[in-house]
């Protein structure tokens, strides 16, 4: 029995080589395991964090308080600046904005990591049926996370900018380079950077943007550089970036959707 | 169902489980985690024999291939879980193995297990981590898992004794190997 199950294994790597059927026994992965990892999710995800929410706790609810205040400030001016606005145009072109803006991303939860050693890859509780697309860009609040790998209706799968098969175009100060993922949660390498270009740890990493700003928007905080080993001018130069977000705890995203008129 | 028909319903549900709670909660911790599937592969071949290791091994090994987000090679965790299944389903009876006996085959095959699918990505992809990030990371897995596998290991070989009806025999056989 074991080794015709060896075969069959060896059979179906040679198959996914060659890229072929596996990409349906894929499919149906994602199609039925995909919502059964988000309903897991909702059972076994307290375990994740149950350890941390404990030791927060005090400190989240001193951040609440912190919160509810500011809110209670905004709101205050918020009526203050509500009353002040009597321009109905003004009014609707910011509906307007607020709408596009609405239209323009989609949030999603974190249900699932890659189990594999080495990869950084995620599953999202949104899809096809959001209006999520393949390669489209994902954030959160800090930074870049990572690009959309695979949809599904249901689900997506996201390849974080640590994973060893993912790069991004990026800008250091006035010089192009290249991020890649190394598999290393807290370092990723700069690329195809100028031996002459003068670089100093915590510089600024910032996307270079692709054509019509799909899927890459210029801008976008990717890290800062963390080591930079070699001199100027040395074509053997290492620097790895130490990325904004730390992929391994996001549990929230936002995912972009296509600009008007760009077909992904 | 027959006695045997409920062990290996048993020995399914634990393997499902330790695939959700692998993908759900271990994959995304800050650190090298524990694999859960292993061990659940190894206490079902130990206390189901070495028919059903392979064959958990194999069904547990596809669901990491081919699960969203894995994108890695369809059949490489198959295929090291299946050898896995097959040297834990020679151990007949863990409740003969000392603890840290029990521990060191667990981390062993592990280790194997995680080594052999990190050489068939790097061997046969593109796009596999580096050693220097990987070895760390599977050393520390590993030792993990074996502590894992003191608890998850004897407790598939109970839940499956349970099913199967032959929970009342206490005695504590020396370890067969064969």
Request: contains cysteine; charged residues 15%.
């Amino acid at each position: 029995m074991a080794a015709v199950l060896a075969a069959v294994s060896l059979s179906l790597m040679l198959l996914d080589l060659r890229g072929g059927p596996t990409d349906a026994l894929r499919a149906v992965g994602a199609v039925a395991g995909g919502p059964v990892q988000t309903a897991a999710d909702s059972v076994f995800g307290p375990l994740r964090t149950a350890g941390f929410r404990r030791a927060d706790t005090e400190q989240l609810q001193q951040r609440v308080a912190e919160l509810e205040e500011a809110n209670r400030r905004l709101a205050l001016r918020g009526d203050a600046l509500a009353e002040q606005v009597d321009d109905q145009g003004a009014a609707a072109a910011a509906e307007q904005r607020a709408a596009d803006m609405a239209q323009a991303a989609v949030a999603a939860r974190v249900v699932a990591g890659d189990p594999a050693l080495g990869a950084a890859a995620v599953t999202l509780d949104a899809g096809a049926a959001d209006g999520i697309v393949p390669d489209a860009p994902v954030l959160v609040a800090g930074g870049l996370v990572g690009r959309v790998a695979t949809v599904s209706g249901a689900t997506s799968s996201v390849l974080l900018l640590t994973d060893p098969a993912s790069a991004v175009a990026v800008r250091v100060g006035d010089h192009a380079a290249l991020v890649r993922g190394t598999g290393n949660p807290h370092a990723a390498l700069l690329d195809h950077v100028d031996p002459l270009a003068d670089l100093g740890t915590g510089q600024k990493v910032t996307t270079l943007g692709s054509d019509d700003g799909w899927p890459y928007p210029p801008g976008l905080t990717v890290g800062s550089v963390r080591t930079v080993s070699g001199g100027l001018g040395d074509l053997a130069r290492e620097i790895t970036v130490e990325p904004a977000v730390t992929t391994d705890t996001v549990d929230h995203v936002i995912v972009l959707r296509p600009p008007p008129g760009v077909t992904p | 169902m027959t006695p045997r028909q409920w062990q290996l319903t048993t020995a399914g549900v634990c393997v499902a489980v330790a695939v959700l709670l692998q993908f759900t909660v271990l994959a995304r911790l800050p650190f090298a985690a524990p694999s859960l599937v292993t061990a659940a592969v190894i206490g079902v071949a130990m206390a189901c024999g070495r028919t059903a290791g392979p064959v958990a091994g194999f069904c547990a090994g596809l669901a990491l291939d081919v699960l969203p987000p894995a994108d890695g090679l369809v059949g490489a965790s198959a295929l090291a879980l299946v050898v896995v299944g097959y040297l834990a389903g020679r151990v007949r009876d863990p409740r003969g193995l000392a603890p840290l006996q029990l521990l060191a085959v667990v981390a062993g095959l592990a280790m194997l297990a995680g080594a052999g699918q990190w050489l068939l990505a790097t061997i046969l992809s593109a796009g596999a981590p580096g050693p220097g990030q990987v070895l760390p990371a599977l050393l520390i897995s590993s030792v993990l898992t074996g502590i894992v596998g003191l608890a998850v290991v004897p407790g598939i070989g109970a839940a499956v004794r349970r099913a199967g009806g032959t929970e009342r025999r206490r005695r504590r056989p020396r370890a067969v190997i064969g």
